[in-house]
């Protein structure tokens, strides 16, 4: 059912899957990064997020239009990319392993369980995963930092580029964001776990821990 109603929608937006495909928003942030991890999944090839959002376009002074385009519909086929996605049991496989890591951006608060979303059934987090909020892969203009900027601070973490990394936040888009900074950075075995703590924390079978 979810795949058939995104293909509808994506075909309504007129998309084949084959085009060169760019996401914004505003700034340069978390929703346009979601819609990207999405587009990525359902199978077009390599989505790009505009840097700095719409706001840094008109700063650039582009050109701006406000009439909308006619869009002609198209019949979207997806093929679903799960190198991209990260499971339940990839999860839980990855939060024991010594060669990967599950990488937490979400706020201290969210994180440590001092702070709870009343759609969540429980607060903490995955046992064994990583403090790293994605602010972090954010620079002053908006868009992400290099990896020689923040190289330290990765490896602190036990970040490198070779390593399976799983991403999780809330509901999947702070970890998109973090997903494709990490990918920039050459670190390209990450993948998001979209349903993040709103899936893991609404299993009472699944492990939780707290500071």
Known sequence: MFQHDLEAKLGRLGL??????VVYESRFGMRAARVAWMLEYAGIQSPLML???FRAWQDSNYPVEKKRRA?????????????VLATVGNVRSLSTSRTGLV?????RGE???SEKRECCPRSGRIPGSVWFEWTNFLDERGGFQNRRSIEKQLRSKGLRPGSDIVVYCHRGARAAAAFYALRSMGYNKARNYVGSWHEWSSKKNLPAEAS
């Open 111 to 113: 994180y440590d369980g």
């Open 103 to 107: 990488l937490d951006v979400r706020s």
């Open 71 to 83: 869009v002609v519909q198209t019949k979207f086929k997806a093929n679903p990319d799960p190198s």
């Open 51 to 53: 840097e700095g959002g």
């Open 16 to 21: 084949k899957g084959n085009e060169i495909t």
